[in-house]
């Protein structure tokens, strides 16, 4: 069973002091990115939802977006930076007197300046509502992980058919392996025919010549091999741990077998089965792109 690195999932919770809402979003990446988008009040809780999901997610690129309510009558801080005030009022004062206007009164016009007044609810506060947090992104985990496993048994199911494809391409490569040795020899029979009397023929000389040939084009060891790949291929499909990385680098060497019967197989009917079998990789690549 494989997993798709794409995928949505949600979850709630609630008590009676917390209210929360949290989405996730993955899509592909080579290792695990986690891209939190929360409320700074929110950072004490950082470390436990990044471990949370490296319990549920192996690779991916996650946003995870946190709606963090507080029910409770809860303590609010306005602090004021004063020295940034008397420095807004100074530069004020400043271009006051420059323009020989009247420098600013009101101390709202001050106040509505950035950074001169914010509003701090302490984070001790909130570590009451760690669980609820906590809860809430398990179940958008479960969601997200129900998605990429659908979305990775569609993928299961198009691979094993690719699969089944390139084993009918190996075969069939197999197969021609011996015509074209015959088809050599045929080939080399009747050029000596026409350039040599009958009697002149040396008929152990094109025996060694076509075994030379033979031996040049075999491509027995690659088609082995290549049915190795498959059936490993094949057991990966059915592993519950994560197997992309490995998968990826098995049709890098399926790919360098399948080049390797290129350089050997001399006959239009091998090039075309090659270019085929090479096709149906890249699709198959393209597909393990999306797997955990």
Do not use: W
């Not at 998605?147 to 058919?161: T, V, W």
């Not at 059936?231 to 994560?242: E, F, I, T």
């Amino acid at each position: 069973m494989i997993k798709s690195m794409t995928g949505f999932g949600a979850g709630d919770c609630e008590n009676e002091e917390f209210k929360v809402h949290v989405e996730l979003k993955s899509v592909n990446q080579r290792y695990l990115e986690t891209n939190l988008h929360m409320h700074y009040s929110l950072a004490l809780f950082e470390n436990d939802i990044v471990k949370t999901i490296k319990e549920f997610l192996s690779r991916g690129k996650i946003d995870v977006n946190v709606s963090f309510q507080d029910k409770r009558d809860s303590n609010v801080v306005i602090n004021v930076d004063k020295g940034l005030a008397r420095a807004y009022y100074d530069a004020l004062k400043e271009i006051s007197d420059e323009l020989g206007m009247p420098v600013v009164s009101s101390p709202t016009v001050i106040a509505s300046y950035p950074d001169v007044m914010k509003v701090d609810q302490e984070a001790a506060n909130l570590e009451a509502g760690r669980d609820v947090l906590l809860s809430a992104l398990e179940m958008a985990l479960k969601n997200l992980v129900d998605m990429r496993i659908a979305e990775g048994q569609n993928i299961e199911s198009d691979l094993l058919s690719r699969i089944d494809t390139l084993q009918e391409y190996a075969d069939r490569l197999e197969v021609l392996a011996p015509q074209l040795v015959e088809q050599y020899r045929q080939r080399l029979d009747k050029v000596m025919a026409e350039i040599l009397p009958k009697s002149d023929v040396d008929e152990n000389r094109i025996i060694q010549e076509v075994g030379m040939y033979a031996d040049r084009i075999n491509y027995t060891e690659e088609i082995v091999r290549l049915r190795s790949h498959f059936d490993q291929l094949n057991a990966l499909l059915a592993s519950d741990k994560p197997v992309g990385r490995k998968i990826d680098f098995l049709i890098q060497e399926m790919n360098r077998e399948v080049n390797t019967v290129a350089s050997k197989a001399n006959s239009a009917g091998a090039s075309q089965l090659v270019v085929d079998a090479k096709a149906e990789i890249e699709k198959v690549r393209e597909q393990i792109q999306n797997i955990e």
